[in-house]
């Protein structure tokens, strides 16, 4: 930890990675909120994976035809809105069931990333690297993109907060007070593909979800208002984050795995936390074995 609070004021790369840790908590915080609350982890995933199609597709491009502007992190942008825009499609055009577009989109996704990381040169490092996430090796360029990303949702949430907010905890309801909630769902499904970009770059496709999930989870622990929820998340994951980062770096472990180690501890402890919260509350004259109820619903 020392250690790397030491070579912080010296390196550049780690300056860029903890701006691109706290920039992508941000996102996280907010839109994850979202996604436990609707309880739509399923589709991020989707979406993450379809990320490495973009990714490959973008590094292929670059080396053949020298199109240096093509970064794999502008290709996976691409990538994750073409895929959230496909789901958007066909939950409301096809009667295909929900599980099985997204395992489509999901494994077709994979196969063109795969088949074009195939064909290109050190597709092996690259692999591991989109995979697992390699927030080390963030770049000035990417940090413009994780900002604009930032930006642009932030910019969003707060145009469509309510409406967002309805469709949120009951779609019905909101579909008869005039809401367009077939646009509204495309306009969150977007919101998400831009999140899990952020994600990607700080801990890889495979750890995506769980880096969206724990710490709205844990902070939907904490209060039951969705604006509290949020601002609870994003704290929980720029501890995550930013933690996660400075404990990897002497022992030089791997960033990602690291960070998701730390959110999912952060969340079993705000867990234990709330129990013994809810035993201090118990009624009294009740036994030891008294279940636990969840959590409130979000407002």
Known sequence: MLQFLTDLHQFRFLQYALLAGIMASVACGIIGSYVTVRRLTYIAGAIAHCTLGGMGAARYLQQQYGLAFLT???GATIAALVAALVISFLQGHSAMRQDTVLSAVWSVGMGIGILFISKTSGYNEDLMSYLFGDILMVSGR???LIGLLD???????????????AISFDEEFA??????VDRCNTIFLCLVALTVVLLVQVVGIILVVALLALPAAAAGRLTTRLPAMMLAST?????????????SYQPDLPAGATIIMLAAALYILVGIFWKL????????????FLSLDEPGNIK
């Open 72 to 74: 794999p992190l502008t």
């Open 142 to 144: 990417d940090l413009l």
């Open 151 to 165: 930006l642009v949702l932030l910019l969003m949430v707060t145009l469509f907060y309510n409406r967002l907010l």
């Open 175 to 180: 579909r008869i007070s005039g809401i367009a």
């Open 235 to 247: 704290l929980l994951c720029l501890l995550a984050t930013s933690g996660g980062l400075a404990l």
């Open 277 to 288: 919260r809810n035993i201090h509350r118990r009624p009294p004259g009740k036994g030891p």
